[in-house]
C-alpha cells in the first residue's frame, strides 16, 4: 500500500481518511515513526486512563506544530492501529499544554462505516457526556508525568474544523 496516494487529490474536505495510531481503550501512546513507516511505542500513560476514542492522523497535511494534523474518531469501538478509516469532521478542539495550543480534529467515522456517530455532523450535536469525557480524559492523561499539562480551552464546530485541514492540506502542498 502506498500511502503517499491517501488523501493525495482531495478536493473537499468533508470526507477523509485517517490513519489510527491509538486504538480507543489503551494506555499505550503509539506513533508514528516518520523513518521507518512503523507505529513505536512513545510511551505507557502514567495515569490509571485509556484514550476515550480513537486517535491518528491526516495524511498530507502539515499542522502548525511541523506533524500531521491530529484526528480524534468518536466511535463505540476501537480500530486496529495502522489502520484507515474514512471520516467526517464535525469539530475542533482547542488545547493548551506544557509546549503551548495544541488542536485536535474531531471526526466521526462516515455513515456507511458507523450508522450511529456516522450520524453526527457537528459539535454541537454531540452529548455533552461524550465531550466531557474527552475534556476529561485529556486535562488528566498527562498529570503524573513531571512538567506536564493540559487545558482544554474551546470546542470549534465543524466549520472551523474545515479551515484548519484546507490550511494544513495546503501547508503540506507547500
Known sequence: ????????????????????????????????????????????????MVYPFNYGFMLHTLADDGDPLDVLVICDLP????????????????????AGLDEKILAVPIEKIDPIEGTYNNIYEIPEAIKNKIKHFFENYK???????????????????????????KNFKA
Not at 487529490?9 to 515513526?33: A, M, R, W
Open 79 to 98: 480500530v486496529l492501529p495502522g489502520s484507515l478509516i474514512k471520516v467526517k469532521p464535525i469539530g475542533v478542539l482547542i488545547m493548551e499544554d506544557e
Open 143 to 169: 498529570t503524573l508525568e513531571p512538567g506536564k499539562w493540559v487545558k482544554v480551552r474551546d470546542w470549534l464546530d465543524k466549520n472551523e474544523a474545515i479551515k484548519r485541514i484546507e490550511k494544513a492540506y
Open 1 to 48: 500500500m502506498d500511502l503517499n496516494k491517501i488523501n493525495e487529490n482531495l478536493k473537499s474536505f468533508e470526507e477523509f481518511y485517517v490513519v489510527i495510531e491509538i486504538p480507543q481503550g489503551t494506555n499505550v501512546k503509539y506513533e508514528l515513526d516518520k523513518e521507518t513507516g512503523f507505529l513505536k511505542v512513545d510511551r505507557f500513560l502514567h495515569t490509571a
